[in-house]
T-cell receptor, first 114, second 115 residues
Framework: AQSVTQLDSQVPVFEEAPVELRCNYSSSVSVYLFWYVQYPNQGLQLLLKYLSGSTLVKGINGFEAEFNKSQTSFHLRKPSVHISDTAEYFC????????????FGTGTRLKVLA | DAGVIQSPRHEVTEMGQEVTLRCKPISGHNSLFWYRQTMMRGLELLIYFNNNVPIDDSGMPEDRFSAKMPNASFSTLKIQPSEPRDSAVYFC?????????????FGPGTRLLVL
């Protein structure tokens, strides 16, 4: 079985400050890891994903995430946020156990303050 | 290129009525997913298809829900009869293949309100 935990439901941060959104997962099989962003009244869109190789993954809009297998984490970071980054961020995991299973976390609402 | 298209964008109906949500995936994508998003339960995968065949429907909440994919460019999610607890945003997503590392492309969603 797989699961995803996003530890923070809401994260307020001032504009131009750094931010980290936390994601932990559990799985008995190898997994792929994703971060998606959802702007108000829109569908989700991919920020970045980890498939294999380098554990530091760079995505769109200046975001990056680091895969840490020993800590089963995939935290999302941005060194300097903008007002336009205000959105909900979802961590997701997929793994194969008979069929592919896709699990999304409960989301973290990032609020960037002026 | 057109993204995933969902219709209707908004649906208001009364308890007991049949509701049909529609989705057109991105052309050339072989996998299609239906999700439900609520404040209480977050984003839940209901069912996904690969090459028009249902692969995993373990997330379908009960027999009132059914999904079909008659061809590569169209899918429906039907609720009959609908109940107030079905009120949610329903998303359709598609991906190039079933492989777990594929990016899913989401539609704008259908906001369903059952009175």
């Amino acid at each position: 079985a797989q699961s995803v935990t996003q530890l923070d439901s809401q994260v307020p941060v001032f504009e131009e400050a750094p931010v980290e959104l936390r994601c932990n997962y559990s799985s008995s099989v190898s997994v792929y890891l994703f971060w998606y962003v959802q702007y108000p009244n829109q569908g989700l869109q991919l920020l970045l994903k980890y498939l294999s190789g380098s554990t530091l993954v760079k995505g769109i809009n200046g975001f990056e995430a680091e895969f840490n297998k020993s800590q089963t984490s995939f935290h999302l970071r941005k060194p300097s946020v903008h007002i336009s980054d205000t959105a909900e961020y979802f961590c997701a995991v997929s793994g194969y156990s008979g069929t592919y299973k896709y699990i999304f976390g409960t989301g973290t609402r990032l609020k960037v303050l002026a | 290129d057109a993204g995933v298209i969902q219709s209707p964008r908004h649906e208001v109906t009364e308890m007991g009525q049949e509701v049909t949500l529609r989705c057109k995936p991105i052309s050339g994508h072989n996998s299609l997913f239906w999700y439900r998003q609520t404040m209480m339960r977050g984003l839940e995968l209901l069912i996904y298809f690969n090459n028009n065949v249902p692969i995993d429907d373990s997330g379908m909440p009960e027999d009132r829900f059914s999904a079909k994919m008659p061809n590569a460019s169209f899918s429906t999610l039907k609720i009959q009869p609908s109940e107030p607890r079905d009120s949610a945003v329903y998303f359709c997503a598609s991906s190039l293949a079933q492989a777990g590392g594929e990016t899913q492309y989401f539609g704008p969603g259908t906001r369903l309100l059952v009175l």
